[in-house]
Antibody, heavy 119, light 107 residues
Framework: QVQLVQSGAEMKKPGASVRVSCMAS????????IHWVRQAPGQGLEWMGW????????KYAQKILGRVTMTRDTSINTAYMDLSRLRSDDTAVYFC????????????WGQGTLVTVSP | DIQMTQSPSPLSASVGDRVTITCRAS??????LNWYQQKPGKAPKLLIY???SLQSGVPSRFSGSGSGTDFTLTISSLQPEDFATYYC?????????FGQGTKLDIK
């Protein structure tokens, strides 16, 4: 069965960087884009961008451009989201999700990773 | 960027009710519209893709309709497990923005 398993919660200080990983199983990793979505406490969902695990190509939301980098390691079926120069408003749960190209939708999601940015 | 606006928010209803949630896009998105359900502390779950296609395993009481700029999610007969927050999302062009969410709670 398809699974996306994310790394554990992180606590960071303002200005630091964080890496969240997303390990895929149950399907061919390079056949489906991985998207990242975040959710601040008590707030809605915010789309962050995607990575094509086959080519490594990426697309990022304008709001975080310059601070976000999405990469992948196909040898271990894992996608990564790095966010730098963290601010308090980056405190959120970060989700990875598989993009189902036939339906243009996010059909499987990771469990979420809480990133807390606090002095 | 395409803006997505949901209504109503919040929404109170009872078990057995028929409920409809509306999502409006700021420009035409054809049928590139998806609906997700999210429960507290959990990841979103895909319910409807391409405006009206039911995701595998999702109960048939959920249905979606619309095209262009106006879309609806309908739950034909609310069950206790349906009380959650619902989000629409377009996938027409990046950024794939979400609506602000509709919290469906018990009346």
């Amino acid at each position: 069965q398809v699974q996306l398993v994310q790394s554990g919660a992180e606590m960071k200080k303002p200005g630091a960087s964080v890496r969240v990983s997303c390990m895929a199983s149950g399907y061919t990793f390079t056949d489906y884009y991985i998207h990242w979505v975040r959710q601040a406490p008590g707030q809605g969902l915010e789309w962050m961008g995607w990575i094509n695990p086959n080519s490594g190509g990426t697309k990022y939301a304008q709001k975080i451009l310059g601070r976000v980098t999405m990469t992948r390691d196909t040898s271990i079926n894992t996608a990564y989201m790095d966010l730098s120069r963290l601010r308090s408003d980056d405190t959120a749960v970060y989700f990875c999700a598989r993009f189902y190209s036939s339906g243009w939708s996010l059909d499987y999601w990771g469990q979420g990773t809480l990133v807390t940015v606090s002095p | 960027d395409i803006q997505m606006t949901q209504s109503p928010s919040p929404l109170s209803a009872s078990v057995g009710d028929r409920v409809t949630i509306t999502c409006r896009a700021s420009q035409s998105i054809s049928n590139y519209l998806n609906w997700y359900q999210q429960k507290p502390g959990k990841a979103p779950k895909l319910l409807i893709y391409a405006a009206s296609s039911l995701q595998s395993g999702v109960p048939s009481r959920f249905s979606g309709s619309g095209s262009g700029t106006d879309f609806t999610l309908t739950i034909s007969s609310l069950q206790p497990e349906d009380f959650a927050t619902y989000y629409c999302q377009h996938s027409y062009s990046t950024p794939y923005t979400f609506g602000q969410g509709t919290k469906l709670d018990i009346k």
